[in-house]
């Protein structure tokens, strides 16, 4: 073999996989109105029609980005405590959402969800059902952990800091363009949470995460 030779990257072949991983990071990093098939076969670095050779069209396309997403959830296992389970689900499906936060629109919009997407509520259900929910109660439980995970998300992903630093930066802002006298209260949590570089936003997801659990050891109960 000569140098030139040895001096040429080998190509690696263009498949299925390549190409819904090349839509994520293309999504995670500048937003799913930014995935379109001519910036998608750049990054992949093929010519836009090479990549229905993998795919039949977008919504393929973004039917296979949703299931790699959701089979990146820490799945429940029935074999545990539900409350643990539902915990430790909750607590990845958030981890998981605010690192591709565009998914959070499509994981449940499919009107035919694959294998993947069946798995992911079965193994919920299962470990609910058989910690001891009714029917109805499981799906009750289900429903209210996915608005309280995804609204919360929602949440996160709108607020002006990422860091105690920056939000104690806002706070001192807000403070001091607002009069104490007229928002009194507003006034004690800045000045007695809000401004301390230490407080975590993310702990009041873990706060409120463990309310609705504690509702829903209750119920469960009841029935």
């Given at each position: 073999?000569?140098?030139?030779?040895?001096?040429?990257?080998s190509?690696v072949?263009?498949?299925r996989e390549?190409?819904?991983?090349?839509?994520?990071?293309?999504?995670d990093?500048?937003?799913?109105?930014?995935?379109t098939?001519?910036?998608?076969?750049k990054?992949v670095?093929?010519?836009?029609?090479?990549?229905?050779?993998?795919i039949a069209?977008?919504?393929?396309?973004?039917?296979?980005?949703?299931?790699v997403?959701?089979?990146e959830?820490?799945?429940?296992?029935?074999?545990?405590p539900?409350?643990?389970?539902?915990?430790?689900?909750?607590?990845?499906?958030?981890?998981?959402?605010?690192?591709?936060?565009w998914a959070?629109?499509?994981?449940?919009a499919s009107p035919?969800?694959?294998l993947?997407?069946?798995?992911?509520?079965?193994?919920?259900?299962?470990?609910l059902?058989?910690?001891?929910?009714?029917?109805?109660?499981?799906?009750?439980?289900?429903?209210a952990?996915d608005?309280?995970?995804?609204?919360?998300?929602?949440?996160?992903?709108?607020?002006?800091?990422?860091?105690?630093?920056?939000?104690?930066?806002?706070?001192?802002a807000?403070?001091?363009?607002?009069?104490?006298?007229?928002?009194p209260?507003?006034?004690?949590?800045?000045?007695e949470?809000?401004?301390r570089t230490?407080?975590?936003f993310?702990?009041?997801?873990?706060?409120?995460?463990?309310?609705?659990?504690?509702?829903?050891?209750?119920?469960?109960e009841?029935?």
């Open positions: 073999m000569t140098d030139a030779t040895a001096a040429v990257p190509r072949p263009l498949n390549r190409v819904i991983r090349g839509a994520i990071e293309l999504a990093e500048k937003g799913i109105e930014a995935l098939m001519r910036g998608l076969a990054r670095g093929v010519e836009a029609m090479s990549l229905y050779n993998h069209d977008k919504e393929d396309l973004l039917g296979g980005m949703v299931d997403v959701v089979a959830i820490e799945f429940p296992s029935a074999e545990e539900w409350r643990d389970a539902m915990r430790r689900r909750a607590v990845s499906a958030r981890e998981v959402l605010n690192r591709h936060p959070s629109s499509l994981i449940e035919n969800p694959s993947v997407r069946l798995a992911y509520p079965e193994a919920v259900l299962a470990s059902r058989q910690g001891g929910f009714s029917v109805a109660g499981a799906l009750h439980a289900f429903a952990l608005s309280y995970i995804y609204g919360f998300v929602l949440q996160e992903r709108n607020l002006p800091f990422t860091s105690g630093s920056e939000l104690a930066s806002v706070g001192e807000v403070a001091s363009e607002m009069p104490a006298d007229q928002f209260y507003l006034t004690e949590v800045v000045s949470l809000v401004t230490d407080y975590d993310r702990d009041e997801f873990y706060f409120g995460l463990d309310l609705l659990l504690d509702a829903l050891e209750r119920v469960r009841a029935e």
